[in-house]
């Protein structure tokens, strides 16, 4: 039996999982995950969690790839506050068994490593905000995404929680001192990343400013991470490779 054809570019169906309440950060999202993928967001529809918290898995039968966005409204440490989290969980190991592609970006990369096992806690105090080095693991340069990317890359990164550990049967693929940063499912297309390779230096001076009262400790602590932010072409660059060295191959 003949595989399917990798499709073209254009041809490109991408379900979106977001989990966002406000209204231009649902936006902004879509056109950054849609920009840095070198697609169109016309490609792209969206399951969002707050607005459809009650789903079946197989709706991404119809779809070449799922992508799962972050969020500043939810917390996978609160199931019974959101009950979409486990849903979402049923969705994403429903797409390791049928090896769909996936792309999972902060609370996405959280909301499946608790699906497959590691616990989740959060730093009240302390945590990564801003954009920072993140480096390699030896299992990079084996990796079609991250085979041609720089250890100490730079990369946006705002969460308060985080994954303690690479989940069984995963690849750890990049990390800073404090935290598992990435990791792949074996034998299966799914990658996740807890900074955000959709987000590069102006969307993060945009999303900072808007949540500020969540993330910083007032005006002077916004600016300062504000002005000490670069530029993150190598970790926008790898959703551009997820399309063309996994979706767009036969």
């Known amino acids: 039996m003949q595989s399917r054809p990798a499709p073209q570019r254009d041809e490109l169906r991408i379900l979106l999982v977001q989990i966002r309440e406000e209204a231009a950060t649902r936006q902004e999202e879509l056109d950054s995950f849609a920009r ?35 969020s500043s409204e939810a917390s996978v440490m609160e199931p019974q506050r959101y009950p979409f989290i486990e849903a979402a969980q049923r969705l994403l190991r429903y797409c390791i068994e049928i090896k769909k592609p996936v792309f999972a970006s902060c609370f996405g990369h959280q909301l499946a490593a608790q699906a497959l096992g590691v616990e989740i806690v959060r730093d009240e105090q302390d945590f990564e905000m801003g954009t920072l080095p993140i480096l390699l693991h030896s299992a990079a340069t084996d990796d079609p995404l991250y085979r041609d990317t720089s250890d100490g890359f730079m990369a946006v990164a705002v969460h308060r929680e985080r994954a303690l550990g690479v989940p069984e049967g995963c690849t750890a693929l990049a990390y800073t001192d ?55 072409p190598e970790s926008n660059a790898l959703l551009r490779k997820f399309v063309d060295r996994v979706l767009l191959v036969d």
Do not use: M
């Open 178 to 232: 404090c935290c598992n940063h990435a990791f792949k499912v074996d034998g299966a297309p799914f990658w996740t990343t807890q900074f955000h390779p959709e987000v590069d230096r102006q969307v993060l001076v945009d999303r900072l400013t808007l949540f500020r009262s969540k993330y910083t400790d007032g005006d002077g602590h916004l600016q300062q991470v504000l002005d000490s932010a670069v530029e993150t």
């Open 36 to 70: 840095f993928s070198g697609l169109q967001s016309s490609q792209f529809s969206i399951l969002n969690l707050f607005d459809t918290p009650v789903f079946e898995p197989e709706i991404v039968n119809d779809f070449d790839a799922v992508y799962v966005g972050g």
